[in-house]
Nanobody, 116 residues
Framework: VQLQASGGGLVQPGGSLRLSCAAS????????MGWYRQPPGKEREMVAT???????DSADSVKGRFTISSDGAKNTLYLQMNDLKPEDAAVYYC???????????WGQGTQVTVSS
């Protein structure tokens, strides 16, 4: 199983980015997929998750600004990030939980920098 995250970069405050996470296999084998982030010097934290039933959850700090979605046909997870703030700067990781084994899989991370 491989998760390939992409879409990070440098953006000004108030800007937008869309992260993508391409899975090597079918995402229907996962019960939940999500995005996590790790700011410099801090612990990794949950940003948003989505179940394969389409139920989403997100951190209070990103509610109303970030949207998580998935495309089963493309085996890809997305995170649309709008109105980015400097405190959103972090390495963003995608995560997937196998529905049968409950094993967690992680992508390699993509850097998001928010700066003017």
């Amino acid at each position: 199983v491989q998760l390939q995250a992409s879409g990070g970069g440098l953006v000004q405050p108030g800007g937008s980015l869309r992260l993508s996470c391409a899975a090597s296999g079918s995402i229907v084998s996962y019960s939940t997929m999500g995005w996590y982030r790790q700011p410099p010097g801090k612990e990794r934290e949950m940003v948003a998750t989505i179940t394969m039933d389409g139920i989403t959850d997100s951190a209070d700090s990103v509610k109303g600004r970030f949207t998580i979605s998935s495309d089963g046909a493309k085996n890809t997870l997305y995170l649309q990030m709008n109105d980015l703030k400097p405190e959103d700067a972090a390495v963003y990781y995608c995560n997937a939980i196998n529905k049968w084994t409950r094993i967690h899989y992680w992508g390699q991370g993509t850097q998001v920098t928010v700066s003017s």
